[in-house]
Protein backbone atom coordinates (compact mmCIF):
# COMPACT_ATOMS: atom_id res chain seq x y z
CA UNK A 1 0.00 0.00 0.00
CA UNK A 2 3.10 2.39 -0.07
CA UNK A 3 2.39 3.55 -3.52
CA UNK A 4 -0.94 4.52 -5.13
CA UNK A 5 -2.66 1.90 -7.52
CA UNK A 6 -1.91 2.96 -11.08
CA UNK A 7 -5.93 1.84 -12.27
CA UNK A 8 -9.49 1.35 -10.77
CA UNK A 9 -9.16 -1.72 -11.29
CA UNK A 10 -6.23 -2.42 -8.56
CA UNK A 11 -7.67 0.41 -6.40
CA UNK A 12 -10.82 -1.33 -5.95
CA UNK A 13 -9.13 -4.71 -5.27
CA UNK A 14 -7.00 -3.10 -3.03
CA UNK A 15 -10.18 -1.21 -1.35
CA UNK A 16 -11.93 -4.63 -0.68
CA UNK A 17 -8.42 -6.07 1.15
CA UNK A 18 -7.99 -3.21 2.91
CA UNK A 19 -11.84 -3.06 4.17
CA UNK A 20 -11.54 -6.98 5.20
CA UNK A 21 -8.64 -6.17 7.15
CA UNK A 22 -9.82 -3.54 8.90
CA UNK A 23 -12.75 -5.62 10.03
CA UNK A 24 -10.26 -8.08 11.32
CA UNK A 25 -8.05 -5.67 13.58
CA UNK A 26 -11.04 -3.81 15.26
CA UNK A 27 -12.19 -7.10 16.35
CA UNK A 28 -8.91 -8.29 17.30
CA UNK A 29 -8.68 -4.98 19.17
CA UNK A 30 -11.56 -5.84 20.75
CA UNK A 31 -10.63 -9.23 21.66
CA UNK A 32 -7.47 -8.58 23.02
CA UNK A 33 -8.61 -5.12 24.17
CA UNK A 34 -5.92 -3.30 22.85
CA UNK A 35 -6.10 0.34 21.93
CA UNK A 36 -2.94 0.50 20.15
CA UNK A 37 -4.06 -2.19 17.52
CA UNK A 38 -7.29 -0.39 17.65
CA UNK A 39 -5.27 2.96 16.50
CA UNK A 40 -4.05 1.04 13.57
CA UNK A 41 -7.36 0.71 11.94
CA UNK A 42 -7.89 4.20 11.99
CA UNK A 43 -4.67 4.71 10.95
CA UNK A 44 -5.93 2.07 7.79
CA UNK A 45 -8.76 4.56 7.40
CA UNK A 46 -6.91 7.22 6.24
CA UNK A 47 -5.64 5.43 3.51
CA UNK A 48 -8.94 3.88 2.88
CA UNK A 49 -10.17 7.68 2.70
CA UNK A 50 -7.56 8.52 -0.18
CA UNK A 51 -8.25 5.45 -1.91
CA UNK A 52 -11.80 6.12 -2.47
CA UNK A 53 -11.34 9.66 -3.09
CA UNK A 54 -8.95 8.95 -6.04
CA UNK A 55 -11.88 5.87 -7.38
CA UNK A 56 -15.01 8.24 -7.44
CA UNK A 57 -12.54 10.77 -9.19
CA UNK A 58 -11.30 7.98 -11.63
CA UNK A 59 -15.37 7.00 -12.07
CA UNK A 60 -15.87 10.35 -13.16
CA UNK A 61 -13.11 11.06 -15.49
CA UNK A 62 -13.79 7.69 -17.22
CA UNK A 63 -17.47 8.21 -18.18
CA UNK A 64 -18.43 9.37 -21.45
CA UNK A 65 -21.77 8.44 -22.23
CA UNK A 66 -25.31 7.73 -20.53
CA UNK A 67 -24.74 4.05 -21.29
CA UNK A 68 -21.08 4.72 -19.47
CA UNK A 69 -22.45 6.21 -16.69
CA UNK A 70 -25.21 3.91 -15.98
CA UNK A 71 -22.22 0.79 -16.13
CA UNK A 72 -20.02 3.33 -13.57
CA UNK A 73 -22.75 4.09 -11.09
CA UNK A 74 -22.59 0.31 -9.80
CA UNK A 75 -18.67 0.68 -9.36
CA UNK A 76 -19.63 3.57 -7.30
CA UNK A 77 -22.36 1.48 -5.18
CA UNK A 78 -19.66 -0.99 -4.83
CA UNK A 79 -17.39 1.82 -3.58
CA UNK A 80 -20.19 3.36 -1.24
CA UNK A 81 -20.39 0.20 0.34
CA UNK A 82 -16.88 -1.16 1.00
CA UNK A 83 -15.92 2.41 2.58
CA UNK A 84 -18.90 1.82 4.56
CA UNK A 85 -17.80 -1.33 5.96
CA UNK A 86 -14.45 0.26 6.65
CA UNK A 87 -16.28 2.72 8.98
CA UNK A 88 -17.85 0.18 10.61
CA UNK A 89 -14.55 -1.48 11.16
CA UNK A 90 -13.03 2.30 12.68
CA UNK A 91 -16.30 1.85 14.94
CA UNK A 92 -16.03 -1.37 16.37
CA UNK A 93 -12.44 -0.05 17.10
CA UNK A 94 -13.87 2.49 19.02
CA UNK A 95 -15.41 0.33 21.63
CA UNK A 96 -11.96 -0.23 22.64
CA UNK A 97 -9.91 3.26 22.75
CA UNK A 98 -13.15 5.05 24.29
CA UNK A 99 -13.22 2.06 27.04
CA UNK A 100 -16.89 1.68 25.98
CA UNK A 101 -16.81 -1.93 27.89
CA UNK A 102 -16.91 -5.30 27.33
CA UNK A 103 -17.87 -7.81 29.04
CA UNK A 104 -15.77 -11.07 29.77
CA UNK A 105 -18.20 -13.22 28.88
CA UNK A 106 -17.83 -11.87 24.94
CA UNK A 107 -13.73 -12.17 25.18
CA UNK A 108 -14.20 -16.06 26.27
CA UNK A 109 -16.67 -16.64 23.59
CA UNK A 110 -14.38 -15.07 20.70
CA UNK A 111 -11.68 -17.03 22.31
CA UNK A 112 -13.76 -19.78 21.25
CA UNK A 113 -13.83 -19.09 17.41
CA UNK A 114 -12.46 -21.36 14.99
CA UNK A 115 -10.53 -18.19 13.68
CA UNK A 116 -9.17 -14.88 15.23
CA UNK A 117 -6.79 -12.01 14.64
CA UNK A 118 -3.56 -10.88 15.95
CA UNK A 119 -0.75 -8.95 16.07
CA UNK A 120 2.90 -9.69 16.93
CA UNK A 121 5.97 -7.78 16.73
CA UNK A 122 9.16 -9.35 15.35
CA UNK A 123 12.09 -8.51 17.95
CA UNK A 124 15.49 -8.68 16.95
CA UNK A 125 17.23 -12.21 17.25
CA UNK A 126 13.91 -14.11 16.96
CA UNK A 127 13.37 -16.99 14.92
CA UNK A 128 11.20 -14.29 12.32
CA UNK A 129 13.96 -12.17 12.08
CA UNK A 130 15.94 -11.74 8.56
CA UNK A 131 14.21 -14.51 7.06
CA UNK A 132 11.59 -15.31 4.14
CA UNK A 133 7.83 -16.11 4.80
CA UNK A 134 8.16 -19.13 3.11
CA UNK A 135 11.04 -20.03 5.26
CA UNK A 136 8.75 -19.57 8.22
CA UNK A 137 5.72 -21.68 7.30
CA UNK A 138 3.68 -19.98 9.64
CA UNK A 139 0.32 -22.17 8.58
CA UNK A 140 2.07 -24.92 9.22
CA UNK A 141 4.07 -23.82 12.10
CA UNK A 142 1.60 -22.01 13.83
CA UNK A 143 -1.94 -22.34 12.14
CA UNK A 144 -2.04 -18.34 11.05
CA UNK A 145 -1.28 -16.87 7.94
CA UNK A 146 -0.22 -13.07 7.35
CA UNK A 147 -2.63 -10.53 6.13
CA UNK A 148 -0.68 -7.63 6.21
CA UNK A 149 3.12 -6.43 7.17
CA UNK A 150 3.52 -2.40 8.87
CA UNK A 151 7.26 -1.90 8.68
CA UNK A 152 7.52 1.44 10.19
CA UNK A 153 4.58 3.66 8.48
CA UNK A 154 4.05 1.84 5.72
CA UNK A 155 1.66 -1.02 5.13
CA UNK A 156 2.97 -4.20 2.33
CA UNK A 157 -0.08 -6.26 1.96
CA UNK A 158 0.57 -8.20 -1.14
CA UNK A 159 3.28 -11.01 0.85
CA UNK A 160 5.20 -13.22 -1.81
CA UNK A 161 7.09 -16.43 -0.16
CA UNK A 162 10.11 -14.49 -0.56
CA UNK A 163 9.82 -11.24 1.83
CA UNK A 164 12.39 -10.74 4.19
CA UNK A 165 10.78 -9.97 7.76
CA UNK A 166 13.02 -7.73 10.19
CA UNK A 167 13.04 -6.35 13.06
CA UNK A 168 10.72 -4.18 14.01
CA UNK A 169 8.36 -5.56 11.80
CA UNK A 170 4.36 -5.89 12.91
CA UNK A 171 2.95 -8.74 11.83
CA UNK A 172 -1.31 -8.70 11.23
CA UNK A 173 -2.24 -12.93 11.72
CA UNK A 174 -5.75 -14.93 11.04
CA UNK A 175 -5.78 -18.12 11.94
CA UNK A 176 -6.73 -20.67 14.77
CA UNK A 177 -6.25 -19.09 18.34
CA UNK A 178 -4.71 -22.24 19.39
CA UNK A 179 -1.46 -21.17 17.33
CA UNK A 180 -1.03 -17.86 19.57
CA UNK A 181 1.38 -19.12 21.90
CA UNK A 182 3.55 -20.61 19.14
CA UNK A 183 3.17 -17.88 16.77
CA UNK A 184 4.43 -15.46 19.43
CA UNK A 185 7.53 -17.95 20.60
CA UNK A 186 8.59 -17.65 17.09
CA UNK A 187 8.60 -13.78 17.47
CA UNK A 188 9.95 -13.80 20.36
CA UNK A 189 7.38 -11.96 22.14
CA UNK A 190 6.02 -11.79 25.32
CA UNK A 191 3.64 -14.84 26.11
CA UNK A 192 -0.47 -13.96 25.88
CA UNK A 193 -2.69 -15.42 27.90
CA UNK A 194 -6.85 -15.55 26.59
CA UNK A 195 -9.46 -14.88 28.85
CA UNK A 196 -11.03 -17.31 31.49
CA UNK A 197 -14.72 -18.68 31.86
CA UNK A 198 -16.03 -17.55 34.77
CA UNK A 199 -17.96 -20.05 36.93
CA UNK A 200 -20.57 -22.40 36.10
CA UNK A 201 -24.11 -20.12 36.26
CA UNK A 202 -27.15 -19.91 35.37
CA UNK A 203 -27.44 -18.74 31.73
CA UNK A 204 -28.37 -14.90 31.96
CA UNK A 205 -29.78 -12.16 29.52
CA UNK A 206 -26.35 -10.95 29.16
CA UNK A 207 -25.38 -14.10 28.37
CA UNK A 208 -28.19 -14.42 25.87
CA UNK A 209 -26.86 -11.18 24.41
CA UNK A 210 -23.18 -12.21 24.16
CA UNK A 211 -23.83 -15.49 22.04
CA UNK A 212 -26.18 -13.14 19.51
CA UNK A 213 -23.37 -10.76 19.35
CA UNK A 214 -20.75 -13.18 18.63
CA UNK A 215 -23.37 -14.84 15.82
CA UNK A 216 -24.03 -11.44 14.30
CA UNK A 217 -20.33 -10.65 14.03
CA UNK A 218 -19.69 -14.40 11.98
CA UNK A 219 -23.14 -13.39 10.00
CA UNK A 220 -22.24 -10.36 8.76
CA UNK A 221 -19.07 -11.42 7.67
CA UNK A 222 -20.40 -14.41 5.40
CA UNK A 223 -22.60 -11.96 3.95
CA UNK A 224 -19.86 -9.47 3.08
CA UNK A 225 -17.98 -12.81 1.46
CA UNK A 226 -20.99 -13.86 -0.35
CA UNK A 227 -21.94 -10.49 -2.03
CA UNK A 228 -18.71 -10.48 -3.24
CA UNK A 229 -19.13 -14.26 -4.52
CA UNK A 230 -22.57 -13.24 -6.03
CA UNK A 231 -20.83 -10.11 -8.45
CA UNK A 232 -18.28 -11.94 -9.33
CA UNK A 233 -20.27 -15.09 -9.89
CA UNK A 234 -23.11 -13.24 -10.98
CA UNK A 235 -25.20 -16.02 -9.02
CA UNK A 236 -28.87 -15.29 -7.66
CA UNK A 237 -29.04 -17.60 -5.67
CA UNK A 238 -26.09 -15.89 -3.00
CA UNK A 239 -28.16 -12.63 -3.58
CA UNK A 240 -30.84 -14.58 -1.74
CA UNK A 241 -29.05 -15.67 0.79
CA UNK A 242 -27.37 -12.52 1.35
CA UNK A 243 -30.41 -10.78 1.70
CA UNK A 244 -31.39 -13.71 4.14
CA UNK A 245 -28.54 -13.30 6.07
CA UNK A 246 -29.45 -9.64 6.47
CA UNK A 247 -32.90 -10.32 7.40
CA UNK A 248 -31.75 -12.48 10.30
CA UNK A 249 -28.78 -10.09 11.67
CA UNK A 250 -31.74 -7.15 11.47
CA UNK A 251 -33.78 -9.42 13.51
CA UNK A 252 -31.08 -10.67 15.73
CA UNK A 253 -30.08 -7.09 17.09
CA UNK A 254 -33.69 -6.53 17.84
CA UNK A 255 -33.64 -9.08 19.94
CA UNK A 256 -29.87 -8.46 21.46
CA UNK A 257 -31.20 -4.86 22.26
CA UNK A 258 -33.88 -6.58 24.46
CA UNK A 259 -31.10 -8.91 26.35
CA UNK A 260 -29.24 -5.65 27.23
CA UNK A 261 -32.06 -3.28 28.35
CA UNK A 262 -33.53 -6.90 30.40
CA UNK A 263 -30.13 -7.23 31.78
CA UNK A 264 -29.65 -3.57 32.87
CA UNK A 265 -32.36 -4.20 35.34
CA UNK A 266 -29.98 -6.41 36.76
CA UNK A 267 -27.57 -5.51 39.08
CA UNK A 268 -24.17 -5.33 36.98
CA UNK A 269 -22.63 -3.16 35.88
CA UNK A 270 -23.93 -1.27 33.23
CA UNK A 271 -20.85 -0.02 31.49
CA UNK A 272 -19.86 -2.92 29.17
CA UNK A 273 -23.62 -3.22 28.07
CA UNK A 274 -22.97 0.26 25.94
CA UNK A 275 -20.19 -1.71 24.12
CA UNK A 276 -22.65 -4.68 22.79
CA UNK A 277 -24.86 -2.25 21.57
CA UNK A 278 -22.37 -0.32 19.67
CA UNK A 279 -20.71 -3.64 18.59
CA UNK A 280 -24.19 -4.62 17.16
CA UNK A 281 -24.97 -1.34 15.58
CA UNK A 282 -21.69 -1.65 13.51
CA UNK A 283 -22.17 -5.80 12.74
CA UNK A 284 -25.86 -5.25 11.73
CA UNK A 285 -24.97 -1.87 9.13
CA UNK A 286 -22.12 -4.48 7.75
CA UNK A 287 -24.71 -6.69 6.54
CA UNK A 288 -26.68 -3.65 5.23
CA UNK A 289 -23.45 -3.08 2.87
CA UNK A 290 -24.17 -6.48 1.65
CA UNK A 291 -27.08 -6.23 0.61
CA UNK A 292 -26.31 -2.86 -1.10
CA UNK A 293 -24.19 -4.69 -3.39
CA UNK A 294 -26.21 -7.73 -4.21
CA UNK A 295 -28.80 -5.26 -4.98
CA UNK A 296 -26.93 -4.46 -8.02
CA UNK A 297 -27.89 -8.09 -9.74
CA UNK A 298 -31.43 -8.28 -7.90
CA UNK A 299 -32.32 -5.34 -9.64
CA UNK A 300 -30.24 -6.13 -12.64
CA UNK A 301 -28.50 -3.25 -13.20
CA UNK A 302 -25.84 -2.80 -15.84
CA UNK A 303 -22.50 -4.38 -13.98
CA UNK A 304 -19.58 -2.76 -15.23
CA UNK A 305 -16.78 -5.71 -15.97
CA UNK A 306 -14.47 -4.44 -13.65
CA UNK A 307 -16.01 -5.22 -10.89
CA UNK A 308 -15.87 -8.97 -11.76
CA UNK A 309 -12.38 -8.25 -12.35
CA UNK A 310 -11.55 -6.28 -8.99
CA UNK A 311 -13.18 -8.25 -6.80
CA UNK A 312 -11.78 -11.48 -8.38
CA UNK A 313 -8.48 -11.07 -8.47
CA UNK A 314 -7.89 -9.19 -5.38
CA UNK A 315 -5.58 -10.81 -2.57
CA UNK A 316 -8.31 -13.56 -1.85
CA UNK A 317 -10.56 -14.71 -4.91
CA UNK A 318 -13.43 -16.25 -5.50
CA UNK A 319 -14.09 -20.07 -6.14
CA UNK A 320 -16.83 -21.72 -6.25
CA UNK A 321 -16.55 -25.97 -6.85
CA UNK A 322 -18.84 -29.37 -5.66
CA UNK A 323 -17.28 -31.77 -4.05
CA UNK A 324 -16.93 -34.44 -6.66
CA UNK A 325 -17.76 -38.60 -5.57
CA UNK A 326 -14.84 -40.61 -4.35
CA UNK A 327 -12.49 -37.27 -4.48
CA UNK A 328 -9.96 -36.57 -1.63
CA UNK A 329 -12.86 -34.00 0.14
CA UNK A 330 -15.36 -36.79 -0.27
CA UNK A 331 -16.53 -38.09 3.65
CA UNK A 332 -13.81 -36.20 5.04
CA UNK A 333 -14.63 -33.26 7.61
CA UNK A 334 -13.07 -29.67 7.23
CA UNK A 335 -10.94 -30.21 9.87
CA UNK A 336 -8.88 -32.98 8.94
CA UNK A 337 -8.69 -31.45 4.89
CA UNK A 338 -7.48 -28.50 6.45
CA UNK A 339 -8.09 -26.68 2.99
CA UNK A 340 -7.12 -23.00 4.56
CA UNK A 341 -3.72 -24.44 5.28
CA UNK A 342 -3.27 -25.78 1.73
CA UNK A 343 -4.21 -24.59 -0.47
CA UNK A 344 -4.93 -21.67 1.93
CA UNK A 345 -9.18 -21.50 0.91
CA UNK A 346 -11.54 -20.66 3.66
CA UNK A 347 -15.51 -22.37 2.94
CA UNK A 348 -17.56 -19.27 3.40
CA UNK A 349 -20.78 -21.61 2.68
CA UNK A 350 -21.54 -24.87 1.64
CA UNK A 351 -24.10 -25.31 -0.68
CA UNK A 352 -26.15 -28.41 0.25
CA UNK A 353 -29.46 -29.74 -0.96
CA UNK A 354 -30.84 -26.12 -2.19
CA UNK A 355 -29.76 -24.49 1.28
CA UNK A 356 -26.36 -23.57 3.04
CA UNK A 357 -24.21 -24.16 6.02
CA UNK A 358 -22.64 -20.83 6.36
CA UNK A 359 -19.37 -20.36 8.09
CA UNK A 360 -18.99 -24.30 8.66
CA UNK A 361 -17.37 -25.55 11.21
CA UNK A 362 -14.27 -28.48 11.60
CA UNK A 363 -16.21 -31.07 12.30
CA UNK A 364 -18.97 -30.88 8.55
CA UNK A 365 -18.07 -33.78 6.93
CA UNK A 366 -18.16 -32.80 3.15
CA UNK A 367 -20.19 -35.21 0.92
CA UNK A 368 -20.64 -35.73 -3.19
CA UNK A 369 -22.29 -32.70 -4.94
CA UNK A 370 -21.81 -30.56 -1.88
CA UNK A 371 -20.90 -27.06 -3.33
CA UNK A 372 -18.12 -25.07 -1.90
CA UNK A 373 -18.04 -21.36 -2.17
CA UNK A 374 -14.41 -20.32 -0.67
CA UNK A 375 -12.00 -17.46 -0.96
CA UNK A 376 -8.69 -17.92 -1.11
CA UNK A 377 -4.94 -16.99 -2.76
CA UNK A 378 -5.34 -17.15 -6.66
CA UNK A 379 -2.11 -19.86 -6.66
CA UNK A 380 -4.61 -22.48 -5.22
CA UNK A 381 -7.22 -22.50 -7.10
CA UNK A 382 -5.90 -25.73 -8.96
CA UNK A 383 -5.20 -27.09 -6.08
CA UNK A 384 -8.27 -26.82 -4.55
CA UNK A 385 -10.18 -27.95 -7.23
CA UNK A 386 -8.07 -30.95 -7.95
CA UNK A 387 -8.39 -32.11 -3.69
CA UNK A 388 -12.34 -31.66 -5.03
CA UNK A 389 -12.02 -34.14 -8.10
CA UNK A 390 -11.48 -31.45 -10.73
CA UNK A 391 -9.12 -30.07 -13.10
CA UNK A 392 -9.35 -25.87 -13.66
CA UNK A 393 -8.97 -25.33 -17.30
CA UNK A 394 -8.31 -21.49 -18.65
CA UNK A 395 -10.09 -20.36 -21.87
CA UNK A 396 -7.60 -18.44 -23.48
CA UNK A 397 -9.94 -16.72 -25.71
CA UNK A 398 -12.60 -15.76 -23.22
CA UNK A 399 -10.67 -16.52 -20.09
CA UNK A 400 -13.85 -18.21 -18.43
CA UNK A 401 -13.02 -21.54 -16.39
CA UNK A 402 -14.09 -24.28 -16.74
CA UNK A 403 -14.34 -27.38 -14.38
CA UNK A 404 -13.27 -30.57 -15.85
CA UNK A 405 -13.78 -34.10 -14.08
CA UNK A 406 -10.45 -36.07 -13.61
CA UNK A 407 -9.43 -39.15 -14.58
CA UNK A 408 -9.84 -40.70 -11.11
CA UNK A 409 -13.25 -40.04 -10.88
Keep these: MDDKPRNLRTMLAEAKDTSELMVDLAYAAVYFSDPDMAEEVSELETKMTELVDDMRTLCV ?5 PKEASAMSSVLQVISAIERIANDAVNIGRVVIHKLGIPNQLLVDLADAEEVSHRVLVSDGS ?7 AALELPVAAGMRIMAVRRDRN ?6 GDYVLVPGDVLFLRGSPAGIGRLRQLAAATPWNPPEPAEETAVTDLDRAVD ?3 EMKNLSEVAVGLAYSAIVLSDLGLVAEVKHLEDRLDEMKDRLEL ?7 DDI ?3 PLRGLLHLAEAAEDIGDQAQQMVALIEDQAQLHPILGLALGESDEVVMKVPVAAQSSCDGRTLAELQLDIEPGFDVLAIRRGGGYLYRPGGAVVLRPDDELITVGPDEGRQLLALRCGW ?4 DDETGAVELVATASR
Design 259 to 265: WVLRAAA
Design 155 to 160: WVTELS
Design 127 to 133: HMAHRPL
Design 269 to 271: DPG
Design 212 to 214: VLV
Design 391 to 394: LLED
Design 61 to 65: LAVRS
